[in-house]
Structure formats: structure tokens, C-alpha cells
């Protein structure tokens, strides 16, 4: 076993393990979200201009199958709708008056918490997809100039095997002598 797969060969359950806690610390993050939509629904009246969140597919990937969408309610006709909110200026997109007057301060707070969270959720993912992609690519990409190095090696051992040399992997074996090729020879021959 070469150094580098004694070093190595604890990655798979270390990539394991910090796959494990991010998955967690995503989970514990989904499951506030979830609570502060249930607060959220509490205090908001049913009546246009709600904000919920939503969970929607959106991705290929495993952190964005179901994410969190912070979305507004408006009653059109006898059909609900939603439009989807971005989360800069979070706490100011939330309705003030009419009905949600009374609440107006406890929703604040509400939508900042759950600005919070949703931002962290999304720092994670993020770092969880570059990771991935970066390792994805570099094994990709490199691939064929793998190929190419591998090929020069074998040379370079086919090389070296021929040369002369008084030590081999740290022992001796005889004298040097020069080696020269047949071509060699025969133009010192010729001359």
C-alpha cells in the first residue's frame, strides 16, 4: 500500500460522515422553516398578500429536489395564486396593514428568523453542489492528460530500465558500465 492510499483510505468514510452532517444540519434547518410557516399561517388572515412558504422541486440534484420558496398568496377570481418572493429585502416585502396590522410585529420578526434560516440553507446547498461539481470536473477534465502521463511513464521505466546503474531500489548490483545503443555502436564502428 503505497502512502497515499494509506492517507486516502479513510476518505470514503470521512466524505460519508460530512455528507451525513450536512444532510443533518439541512434537515434541522428544513424542519425550523417548516415551524415558522406554521407560525406564519397562524398569524396571517386568509386574505391576499399572504406569505407562505412553498416547497418546490427545482433541480436535479439531491439538495434541490424539495427547497423551501418563500411565496405570496393573491386571490384571483375564485383561484389562489402564488408569486415567488426573493429573499433581499424580506422584512419590508411583508404586509403591514389591514388585516395584518395586528400582527405586523410578530411577522416581522418571523420573516427575519426565516430569512435567516433560509439564507444558511442556501450558503449550504450551494457549497454542497460546488464541492461536488469541482470534484466532478477535476476527475473528468483530467482523465485523458492521466492517460497521456501514464504512457510516458512506461517509457520513462523502459529508459531507465536499459540505463546502467550500480543501484537498484537501494541495493547494489555491480558495477556501471555504459550502455550504448546498437545504433550507437555501429557509428562508432563506421568511424
Known sequence: MNPSQSALSTLPDSGKELYSKAADYLQEIDRQIARLDKVLARLQPPVSGRVRISWRD????????????LVR????GDK???T????KSLVQKMPKSGAFYDNKDELKETVRELSWLLNRR???VDSIN???KAVLYSCDRNQD??????????N?????????CTWRDGQQVGTQEMYVSEEDQALFDSL
Open 80 to 82: 389562489w395564486r402564488t
Open 58 to 69: 427545482e433541480g436535479s440534484s439531491a439538495t434541490a429536489k424539495c427547497k423551501p420558496v
Open 156 to 164: 520513462l521505466e523502459d529508459r531507465a530500465a536499459m540505463l546502467p
Open 122 to 124: 442556501a450558503k449550504l
Open 73 to 76: 398568496w393573491v386571490r384571483v
Open 84 to 87: 415567488r418572493l426573493g429573499l
Open 145 to 154: 492528460g492521466l492517460a497521456e502521463v501514464e504512457q510516458r511513464i512506461e
Open 130 to 132: 460546488t464541492l461536488e
